[in-house]
């Protein structure tokens, strides 16, 4: 059992950065794939980037790519989405998500992950 607790998100303007941080409770953390998701009004739940159990692969929505970085720190159980050259159209609600135990690898559907934060709000003004 995983649960997840999303914070960093504000207001910031266009061109600025942010710093989500997704802290997690449960000892199977470390084994854990986890990702990030958004949803902006209206919209459904989509993609942002995701990493495996130890960091060493990742992937990211063409959208985000060269302007988000995710990491996580397994000591700290957290995971972290750096994100920076921020447009306006980043606005949304991010989620951190885990995928179940022993499903080791990365995926990019909401329907792949069992376990959802309850998100933070990110607003980037023009």
């Known amino acids: 059992q995983v649960q997840l607790v999303e914070s960093g998100g504000g207001l910031v303007q266009a061109g600025g950065s942010l710093r989500l941080s997704c802290a997690a409770s449960?000892?199977?953390?470390?084994?854990?794939?986890m990702a990030w998701f958004r949803q902006a009004p209206g919209k459904e739940r989509e993609f942002v980037a995701v990493?495996?159990?130890?960091?060493?692969?990742?992937n990211y929505a063409d959208s985000v790519k060269g302007r988000f970085t995710v990491s996580r720190d397994n000591a700290k159980n957290e995971m972290y989405l750096q994100m920076n050259s921020l447009k306006p159209e980043d606005t949304a609600v991010y989620y951190c998500?885990?995928?179940?135990?022993?499903?080791?690898?990365?995926?990019?559907?909401?329907?792949?992950?069992?376990?959802w934060g309850q998100g933070t709000q990110v607003t980037v003004s023009s």
């Open positions: 998500a885990a995928r179940p135990l022993g499903r080791t690898t990365i995926e990019t559907s909401t329907t792949q992950y069992h376990y």
């Open positions: 449960g000892r199977t953390f470390s084994s854990n794939v």
């Open positions: 990493i495996n159990w130890n960091g060493g692969v990742t």
